[in-house]
């Protein structure tokens, strides 16, 4: 049973934002279940618009593993830890120049 005229359009509306990377009601991910959800049909909807699944599936050879934002958030992530790593090597080094310095400090009490 084919959809209307109507769902067709919400359908074409939603893989357009969906293919730009501008959702409205998903996180983004290529599928067919934001498809539904972006189009605000049901799943069995979508496969019943059988000339919308051929394009979708046509255009979305393979899924998309992570969103852009996904994306942009492990880069963050990355970049985070990254200078997590360097502050701590920084930390560690003037900890080290502390303990010098309190121990010639203690040394040149005992020594005088």
Do not use: F
């Amino acid at each position: 049973m084919p959809v209307s005229a109507a769902t067709e359009k919400k359908l074409r509306e939603a893989m357009a934002r969906l293919l730009a990377g501008e959702p409205l009601h998903t996180d983004g991910a290529l599928t067919k279940e934001n498809l539904a959800r972006e189009a605000k049909v049901s799943h069995a909807t979508v496969h019943r618009a059988e000339e919308i699944l051929a394009e979708w599936n046509a255009k979305v050879a393979r899924p998309v593993l992570r969103t852009p934002g996904e994306v942009q958030r492990d880069e963050t992530i990355a970049d985070l830890r990254k200078r997590l790593r360097e502050v701590t090597t920084r930390a560690t080094e003037l900890q080290g120049k502390l303990c010098r310095v309190r121990y010639m400090g203690h040394h040149a009490a005992l020594m005088s």
